[in-house]
């Protein structure tokens, strides 16, 4: 009786699978990650008794916007879909006479029955169909339960100091890679995966992250009541700070919204009068404060009880005793000002133009990337070769320096044109060339003839001018 139970089951399961299938999944809410897909029977169908977990040759799955499809079978990922439209699944294991050639389809049918009679009748196969939220997953909560140390600098001032602040808001992410979430995470689920099986774990990891990108964005010198307006930053180096655990489960793309943080009263004490000693530093602001300072005093002592005597009496005393009036005060931050006009208009004493046009001032320009050229020494000529020699040979060739037939301007510059190239200094009037009029003897060229003809003994003058 078991050989012919087998035998019946596995004859009506290989004919109740030989219908095709139609798998789709209704729009995934927020908090579903996976689900397992569906197929479509409704009341005019004939597929009611077709096995679970088994997908038959040509059956067609639907994909929508926002999720992503896998075909699983025996455990193993087969196919993957992430484009919206119908995917027909055409290289199933599982045979059916409406698809493909109809006499290899019957074959594979037959060959099917058989494997299928020695499972006692059951399909001895599972094939199944996951879809992926592929949506930003929206509104993860998180606040910080400790304190996270954040440290405020500010170099105008040298002031480098960490607070405690607690901060929260909400996180969202996607699943940017449902093959890894499916092999490290997911697996063969019976229904669904719901991201609260992920929600205390990933909430841990993403504070974990919060104080190192934190801490990388306090070296851009913000406040904390400005971490807000920076939450760009602060996306990438959480991203950063999460890739590792994250991206092993095919999480990314995390983005925040963060409310502004909140500080213990000590800090935030301790930050307003750090800024309040920074803008004393400002000599102008410092005589101004001063200024106030005297006219509330001198309110005060206007009214004193003893008699308004009394009052600026004690007033000039304790002014005395500062050693600062406002005067002077004015006097040292106009002094200043003008220096840093003269600061900024003076070039850097290291400065230097590169060919590329930009003004530089350190060894490498940051628009062609040209290094600083080395100054030449005095005597240093350029060979035809490229090389930059000091000698009377090129080192690296071995040429000859070449003659100069030049001329050296009042610059220092040596030139051979008419103008010169450093300064435009035109050239000098050379020293004409002379010729003795009586017996044409001519002086070496270049140079000054003497006041008598060395060979006729006749004066030089005008007349033997070339």
Known sequence: ??????????????????????????????????????????????????????????????????????????????????????????SSTEPSIFAGNLGESIIESFKTLGKRFTYGGDTGKDQRVYYFNTKEILDNKFGTKNPIAFRVVDSRINFDVDVSLRCNGIYTFRLVDPLKFYTNVGGNVTVSYNKDELRETMKTEFLSALGPALAKLSLLEIRPNQIPAHTDELEKYLNEELSGEWGARGIGDVKVSINPPTLTEEDQQMLKDAQKTAMYRDPTMAGATLVGAQAEAMKTAAGNAGGAAVGFMGMNMAMGAGGMNAQNLFAMGQQQAQQQVQQQAAPAADSWKCACGAAVTGKFCPECGTKKPEPKPADSWTCKCGTVASGKFCPECGSPKPADDGWTCSCGKVNKGKFCSECGAKKPAGVPQYKCDKCGWEPEKGTKPPKFCPECGDPFDDGDIQ
């Open 1 to 90: 009786m078991g050989l012919i139970k087998a035998g019946l089951g596995a004859l009506g399961g290989v004919l109740a699978d030989q219908w095709k299938e139609f798998f789709y999944c209704e729009s995934i809410p927020n908090d579903i990650l996976m689900i397992k897909g569906q197929k479509r029977m409704t009341s005019r169908s004939s597929n009611t008794k077709s096995s679970d977990n088994i997908i038959s040759n040509g059956s067609g799955i639907a994909v929508a916007d926002g999720q992503c499809m896998i075909i699983v079978e025996q455990g193993k990922v087969v196919e993957l879909c992430a484009e919206p439209g119908e995917f027909t699944y055409d």
